[in-house]
């Protein structure tokens, strides 16, 4: 029985149903039966004690907390008559920060109101203008909707697609974000993908050429958790993990401080994390870290002749090359050095603190402060997420950091670090202890290989041309290539709306023949799609793992059959390449339980010793059970308790075997542990990093040690001919994209109890928002050259001035005229200046904000929810 048969059948009582979860009353108002409030037990004479008791007598599940977020958390969900109940989080053995529980933050516990919520999408979908002879294009987004039968959804999809592969061949076809259907058109040929530095901005060049662990690995760039109690600073640039990285990072965090560790923010907003841990705040201009950090070395050059004890000498001579003329490396095409550089040597211009403060807005006190703080006889930790790199001529953020550290000597130590706390990993560097197995699916490779940087994205399109010039970690030197695209479709990300320049964008599918896209609601995507699949989420899956932190690996289980008409990716993309007339069997010849059982049984968990051992132990009678083939084994932890933990965490004590200093390998032997750059050491002069950078063409003035440039758009671009001090331009803001707590990136952006708690207001520096006549709750129109949104004021004076901070991964929701984002969704901000490898610079955009005098915005969770009535 679905769940919407099993919620209209008369067999279940509406009392049972008020008993159920806010989930089922939000499926409940669709199927008619309004009116329950939300997570309430209505008293009535029928609810007595015992049957509230009743209540929590279900199946306590390991539920799915799937989402790109920096947790990832055990969520437990409580079952019963198949309708989730409660939530709550791991609770498998007593808390300890040895030892601590796996838990799940606030968006984790309302996972229950996404899932069930009543804007699911719930049947295929088609728009009502759009036609296979006549697709209507600019209706996209205003459309109505009508439902149609999943043998003509597949259908619609097989035929453009075999129109498309017919007449224009693969290289017509763009692909965002690819799950299973990519598998169907890979076997058809291929499809130009988009490809983008989001994440990382301009760490996605193959860093390890520099010496640096790579940034697409968070392993082995910092020290482990228990080595952070033994640094004297802990100094963060561009991160917070407060908001960043929920379940246990900021716990770990916790730790050091409670040992005495003192803390510092660099960064443009004394953030949730500065606060949390009553930081010294070193506030910085977004986008402008290079100048600060030339600053900061060319003080502790300074500090170094006048005090001494300051530059690790030795470090940089044995550890590195190229950071003055006695450490050149072979190969160097000029004699020019880093520090020379520093010094003005070669511009006549010292990179004081002076210089940069103009640029950076740090007070010069507060550069020297830090030249200090990283000077050799602190045990310093520098931590970083990728903020700072995030931004427009940010290319040489990844060197310049490094050499920071080095010049500190705070690579290898315990005590010192000079690496990323981000994501998942914030705060607990070192190999994974636990970690899932391949679930066995063999690629089907893509045989095209355009990839389409995301800032040219949009213009490429429209114009017909682009330039290609690799992708992450994998650039070429540039070339032009046609391009011809009249397909579309969206699977896994939201990369539709995550994309810069949205507004191009939606003029850009307009323009296609044909746009369809797997979706749970009416995301961006969705909304400007002509063919939406609703397809289910995690939680109605046979099961699957996500990757937990360093320690833990979490593991999920069905909770709900499929809702309403939803299908897995795997079996849209089955029923796709079926309409094709393709052999569905050979491009999905695995089973999804199958996948999982693959994945369990090559789980492993670290000995001691360094040893990857099997983790679970599964029995003939479990593969029998599941219906799957394998080979049973012993492992740590029988499946049933497995499941039914939802985690595996391996248990640690302070000063044990697992116990990881980033780097240590290298500096006890660097003979025999090199880094993986060219000479083997930190490469402050790196040859190949200029010629890589030249050779896109978008900036040809890099040089092999880190240097400052001027941003195509960044803070020298808010005056008029790029002078500081000048007359203001028109855009005379920075614009920064913090990622919201209410959020994971666009998801769960819905859910109205995250909406009530987040608003997701536009942040405002006080003395710019009085300069407006702006104070809190007013509504507020920031604008750029690429668009206009609204959002409501919250005035900080935790805000460095010159700053509007509109946080990341809104729904757009245009109005009536199209001209205002009621949403204040990021990308319909942000335009497509591009320079150097192509980074998505999100955080040193151009904005201006004025107070709006139309129609006050209403708050988000009383807007109503996109739900479709078919
Ligand atoms: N809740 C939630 N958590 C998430 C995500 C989410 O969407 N929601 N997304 C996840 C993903 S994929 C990512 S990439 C991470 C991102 O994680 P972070 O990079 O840590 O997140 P941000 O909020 O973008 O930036 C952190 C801080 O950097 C500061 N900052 C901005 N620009 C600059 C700059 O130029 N220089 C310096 N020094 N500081 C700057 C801002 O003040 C901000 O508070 O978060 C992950 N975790
Ligand atoms: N302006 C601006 N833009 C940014 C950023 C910024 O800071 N500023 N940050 C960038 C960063 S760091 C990142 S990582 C990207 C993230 O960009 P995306 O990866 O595009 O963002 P998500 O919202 O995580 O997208 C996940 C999508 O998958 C869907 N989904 C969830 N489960 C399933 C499923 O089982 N099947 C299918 N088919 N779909 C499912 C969700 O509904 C959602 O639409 O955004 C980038 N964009
Ligand atoms: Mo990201």
Redesign the pocket.
Known sequence: MSYLERIQSSDISRRGFVKASAAAVAALSVAGIAGCAPNSVEETEETTTTEARDIVSGEWKSAACWH????RCVNKVLVRDGVAIRQKTDDSHEDSPEYFQQRSCV?GHSQRMQCFGADRLKYPMKRKGWSPDNPNGEMRGKDEWERISWDEAFKYVADELKKAYDNYGPRSVLMHGSRAVNRVTNTLGGTVSMTDT??FGTYCFDVPRLGLATAFDQTNSANDRFDMKNAEWIVF?????A????GSPCYHFLQAKKAGVKFAM????Y?A?AQLFDARWIP??????TAFMLAVAYEMLKLDESEGDIIDWDFLHTYCVGFDAESMPKGAKTDENFSDYVLGKYDDTPKTAEWASEICGTPVEDIRWYAEILGKSHATMMLH????A??HD?EDIPQLYMTLGCMGGHFGKSGHACGST??AWAGNGGPNLVVAGSNGLEAIANPVDDAIMAPIIWDSILAGKYKYFGMPNAYVPAEERDLDIHVAYYESSARFQTTLNLLRGIEVLRSLDFVFCNAQFLTTQAKYSDIVLPVTTEWETPGGFTSGNREALFVYTQITPPLYEAKTDREIGYGIAQALGLNADEIYPLSETQMFMNQILGSTVMEPSGEMVPLVTVTQEDLDAWGCTGTPQEGKVDLATFLANGCYQVERTEGDDYTFIAYKDFIDDPEANPVGSESGKFEIYCQWKKDMLDGIGYSTDFKPYPSYRKPVEGYETTFVDGKIGGEKTEYPYLI??????????TVLDNVQWLQEAWPNPVYLARSDAEEKGIVSGDTVCIYTPAGKGLRTACVLDTLMPGHV?VP??TWIDMDENEEYDLAGCDNVLTGSSVSGMGVSGY??FNCNFEKFEGEPLVPDCEKPQRIIEL
Request: proline share 6%; charged share 10%.
């Open positions: 790109n977020c920096g947790g968006r989001n994440s640039q561009g991160c917070n993990p908001w960043a990285s929920g660099i960064s443009p907003s953030n994390t910085v201009r977004t986008g402008t870290d997420s990728y903020a700072f995030r931004n940010a981000y994501h920064y994209n913090p990622h919201y707590y209410r959020r994971s990136h901070g990341h991964g955080n040193n």
